[in-house]
Each structure stands twice: as structure tokens, then as C-alpha cells.
């Protein structure tokens, strides 16, 4: 008895060939946001940070000198260069001020719209956070 050997033959990319080209343009805007997603966040908490230094170094000369100008010029001074900070953006507000030595010092420094540099997400409805932050320090200035 003489046996045939069975012979299969596969075909590559018969009834599948635009598999992946649906599965990734079903994925692709999940992906998008995403992405879009993460960087606007990080540019937002970068800006967050940056409005805290400059609420800290605010507090810091204020409490030392007690002029706020000369503290609000600080504080200014420690914020990134445009395009992530204008000169305008930011508001500083004196919470608590020197009563003498020993007493607390507390600046508020503000960001009332964040939009302007909040990346737009395909397909997710923008959202503007405002940023604030508040530093207290101990007053170094011996009252006269």
C-alpha cells in the first residue's frame, strides 16, 4: 500500500490583510489623547511648580525685607521666560504680614486663566485650571 503525503499550503495575508491597518485606526485616537494628554499635563504641573517657587521666594524676601515690591520683584524673577510666563500672568497677593519677629509671612501667587497655554486634545473638551500657591515663612525683621 502506497501512501501520498498531504501537502497544506498557507497563504500569507489572505482574508487578514487589512487587519492591522483596522486595528491600528481603531487605536490611533486613543493613542492620540493620550499623548496629548500626558504633554499637557506635564506643561501644566511645570507651570504649577514654577508658581510655587515663585510664591516661595516671594515670601522669603518679604519676610526678610518687608517690602513688597521688592518681593513680588523676586518672585518674578524665579519664573521661566516666555512662551511659558508673561510678566502679567502671575499675581501676587500678601495674605499674612509682618507683625514683628517671629510672626508668620504669607504670599499667594496666582495664575487666574491657564488656557492660553493648554494644549488642545483632539476629540476631549478643553479645561482651564487655575494655578495657585501659597508660602508662609517666619518674619526675620525686627519690628520698629
Known amino acids: 500500500m502506497h501512501t501520498k503525503g498531504t501537502v497544506v499550503?498557507?497563504?500569507?495575508?489572505?482574508?487578514?490583510?487589512?487587519?492591522?491597518?483596522?486595528?491600528?485606526?481603531?487605536?490611533?485616537?486613543?493613542?492620540?489623547?493620550?499623548?496629548f494628554g500626558i504633554v499637557t499635563f506635564g506643561l501644566t504641573f511645570f507651570r504649577w511648580?514654577?508658581?510655587?517657587?515663585?510664591?516661595?521666594?516671594a515670601a522669603r524676601v518679604y519676610a526678610v525685607t518687608d517690602d513688597f515690591d521688592a518681593a513680588e520683584t523676586a518672585g518674578r524673577s524665579v519664573l521661566p521666560s516666555p512662551p511659558f510666563f508673561s510678566s502679567s500672568d502671575v499675581e501676587f497677593v500678601v495674605?499674612?504680614?509682618?507683625?514683628?519677629?517671629?510672626?508668620?509671612?504669607?504670599?499667594?501667587?496666582?495664575?487666574?486663566?491657564?488656557?492660553?497655554?493648554?494644549?488642545?486634545?483632539?476629540?476631549?473638551?478643553t479645561r482651564s485650571v487655575d494655578l495657585s500657591s501659597t508660602a508662609t515663612f517666619v518674619c526675620e525683621r525686627i519690628s520698629r
Do not use: K, M
Open 49 to 57: 511648580q514654577a508658581v510655587q517657587s515663585a510664591a516661595r521666594e
Open 95 to 125: 495674605v499674612d504680614s509682618c507683625d514683628g519677629r517671629g510672626s508668620p509671612v504669607t504670599i499667594t501667587a496666582r495664575v487666574e486663566n491657564n488656557a492660553d497655554y493648554v494644549i488642545e486634545i483632539p476629540f476631549v473638551p
Open 9 to 35: 499550503h498557507l497563504r500569507r495575508g489572505g482574508r487578514e490583510h487589512g487587519a492591522s491597518a483596522v486595528e491600528f485606526a481603531l487605536v490611533l485616537p486613543i493613542l492620540v489623547v493620550l499623548v
